[in-house]
Nanobody
Framework: VQLQASGGGLVQPGGSLRLSCTAS????????TGWFRQAPGKEREWVAC??????????YYADSVRGRFIISEANAKKTVYLEMKSLKLEDAAVYYC?????????????????WGQGTQVTVSS
């Protein structure tokens, strides 16, 4: 599955942004979809993940973003959003969406076989 990430930009601390991850051909129903981020000089880190199975939707968050970020899906599960609120300086990074087959959310980079191109989030006053 091909993914397209968008929605990044410049925001002040405390502000909000919504990132989008859109699948080009197929829905993400058969996948777990995650967001990762990578700041300059740091390793890529897992941020959040969403998956659906048996009629239920499951969401998971890194401790650093829980309560501030919300991951959701829409458009017949062809789009996954990452709503980011109360942004902090340390949230600045390139954000990537990724999909893993099997509908089970994971946090390891190696579990995700499809990646979007990344979208830059800058948090600055």
């Amino acid at each position: 599955v091909q993914l397209q990430a968008s929605g990044g930009g410049l925001v002040q601390p405390g502000g909000s942004l919504r990132l989008s991850c859109t699948a080009s051909e197929f829905s993400l129903d058969q996948y777990a979809t995650g967001w990762f981020r990578q700041a300059p000089g740091k390793e890529r880190e897992w941020v959040a993940c969403i998956s659906s199975r048996d009629g239920n939707t499951f969401t998971y968050y890194a401790d650093s973003v829980r309560g501030r970020f919300i991951i959701s899906e829409a458009n017949a599960k062809k789009t996954v959003y990452l709503e980011m609120k109360s942004l902090k300086l340390e949230d600045a990074a390139v954000y990537y969406c990724a999909a893993a087959r099997g509908r089970l959310c994971r946090s390891a980079i190696s579990d995700f076989g499809s990646w979007g191109q990344g979208t830059q989030v800058t948090v600055s006053s």
